[in-house]
């Protein structure tokens, strides 16, 4: 199961939450591994340590125990800060509510990633624009989210998760927000992006949509199942 | 993350609740504007006092009566020293005789004793209350007066009584307008006084200017007001450094003849000194009360800053999962709070400034350079202190707790 390629791997990893007194462990010792190009679904209900396993795998937590390896980096042992600039590099996340920031152009929303990285401004605006275009927005650069749909807000969310050439695609139900049509359209830019190579994770509780990636990975009781 | 785009992050933000970022700013900006304004009306007020009694020469020597103690009425002491110093002024003891001996130190180059009383001027239909002074004819050297029209009375008009008057430049504007006053007869009082001459316009306003002030030969006010006594002698010396030998001399002549808490020498240093540090009191005591609203302004800008930390948690979520360090955030709102505060600070001097100016009309006012970089300093403090916990807030949410934020 663990591969010599793997962008990202996961070995005993567990995490265990205190919420009121009680200690409940969300994950139970899981490993995995993600290999570079592929387009992994994780899919669990509600429960399953599906959230705490996409919070790992983003980075923007590390584990109670086990070690977590991103292109070489230990992720499990980061602190605040270093984890802030892996997940710059090498996470791009997409959303389930969007999360674009109001009153700010489609192009600005897509460039936020690059201001966090010192990229020179004159590339910032190049590079933004180009992730949109490949999601087919090259026309709606100066549009804020008001003016956009919901399927057209997603797509500069991936445009935004595109910009910083990242190692993983990481995506939380990003068609949950959506009517089916704007679903299925974003659905056919991550299986695009995964034919050009990308590396996409995305975590739903919808078997459609699960079914749609190469590989599913089914979580439940904070252990993998299949 | 350079500071370039957090700047700009940051200014986008604000302009984003323009109308709020206004309001918040608004309280810095009152804050600053009425430091800005009061210390320039008490720092107005010193200049003015100062340069009024420099106008007099800082070769003058001062006998008022009275025993009047200058430490008693400076600072740290209350009003009730200052009253009680200047109240036997009604009683004066000093005389005209007094003036005579005097005269006679040799280092007094010149000396001139002044009466002061209130009276009714009336030419024609116009009437005004004003101050009458009666002086000898050495008034002019001492105060080194110019005339518009005509000249002083004499010595030997002095001597011998006569009811002649020379006008200030306003009093003579405001009772005969175009009208050329010399050789017209003004009441004072129950008497006719003949107009001599008509001194140039000084300018400024208050005790020392004589643009609205009657004066007539010492001996017939002393008539007409029935009194004996004189209000103020002005010893002249040469140079400034003689002032200070002479001041025990005159204070011996004085001692054979009257009483000690009958009378005071004072010398100009000694006034300006002690006038300097009252005002210099009331303007910190002015700048202290304006400092209280600027304090409030800080406290407003801490709330918005905290309204807005909780309605940009998702924000900041989103900020963070993007690759924003704790810093970078911190430093992000942090900015807010100073261009807000510094911002406010601006607009404050500005406003500030432009209303001392308006003041100007009608008081002095001096706008001056500390207040202004004292203000700004002060402003750009209350940012930092009243932004540094809101910001330190935001930067310490989690990001995933603040991405599920509703």
Known sequence: MIGNNSVLKLEDVSKIYKMDGLFVKALDNVSLAIKEGEFVSIIGPSGSGKSTLMHIIGCLDVPTSGKVTLEHHEVSKMTERELAHIRNKKIGFVFQQFNLLPRTSALENASLPLVYNGTAESDVQKKAKEALEKVGLGERLDHHPNQLSGGQQQRVAIARALVTDPAIILADEPTGNLDSKSGVEVMEIFKKLHQQGRTIVLVTHDQNTASQAQRTIKLKDGKIVS | ?406
């Not at chain 2, 002032?243 to 004085?254: C, D, K």
């Not at chain 2, 540094?388 to 991405?403: G, Q």
């Open chain 2, 1 to 406: 993350m350079p500071i370039r785009q957090l700047v700009r992050v940051s200014l986008k933000a604000l302009q984003t609740n323009k109308s709020r970022s206004l309001l918040t700013a608004l309280g810095v900006i009152i804050g600053v504007a009425s430091v800005i304004l009061l210390i320039s009306v008490g720092s107005g007020l010193k200049t003015f006092i100062t340069s009024e009694m420099q106008d007099m020469g800082s070769n003058l020597i001062m006998v008022v009566p009275g025993d009047i103690d200058l430490d008693k009425i400076g600072p740290g002491a209350g009003g009730g020293a200052a009253s009680s110093a200047f109240s036997s002024i009604s009683s004066s003891k000093l005389e005209l005789d007094d003036l005579e001996e005097i005269e006679k130190i040799p280092q007094i180059e010149d000396s001139v004793a002044m009466v002061m009383a209130s009276s009714p001027v009336r030419y024609k239909g116009e009437s005004k209350i004003t101050q009458v002074i009666g002086t000898t004819e050495n008034y002019v050297n001492i105060r080194k007066s110019e005339f518009e029209k005509g000249g002083f009375f004499t010595k030997s008009e002095v001597n011998s009584g006569r009811k002649v008057a020379v006008l200030g430049y306003k009093i003579a504007e405001d009772l005969f307008g175009e009208e050329n006053p010399l050789g017209e007869k003004v009441k004072l009082g129950e008497y006719r006084y003949q107009i001599m001459g008509v001194l140039e316009e000084k300018g400024g306003q208050g005790s020392m200017s004589p643009d609205d002030k009657v004066f007539v030969p010492i001996t017939t006010a002393q008539r007409q007001f029935d009194q004996d006594n004189i209000s103020l002698i002005f010893a002249q010396v040469r140079s400034g450094d003689e002032v200070s030998p002479t001041v025990p001399l005159i204070e011996e002549v004085l001692k054979r003849r009257l009483k000690e808490e009958d009378f005071t020498v004072l010398d100009q240093k000694e006034i300006l000194s002690t006038v300097s540090s009252i005002l210099d009191t009331l303007t910190i005591a002015l700048g202290g009360i304006a400092a209280i609203s600027l304090l409030v302004g800080g406290i407003g800008i801490m709330n918005i800053m905290l309204v807005s930390v909780t309605e940009r948690t998702r924000e900041i979520g989103l900020r963070k999962a993007l690759g924003a360090t704790p810093e970078v955030i911190l430093t992000q709102f942090l900015i807010e709070a100073v261009f807000l505060s510094v911002g406010g600070g601006i607009a404050g001097i500005i406003f500030g400034g432009g209303g001392a100016l308006i003041l100007s009309k009608f008081m002095p006012t001096t706008v001056t350079l500390w207040s202004v970089m004292l203000a700004f300093i002060v402003s750009a403090t209350v940012g930092i202190v009243f932004g540094i916990t809101p910001a330190r807030r935001a930067s310490r949410l989690s990001p995933i707790e603040a991405l599920r934020y509703e």
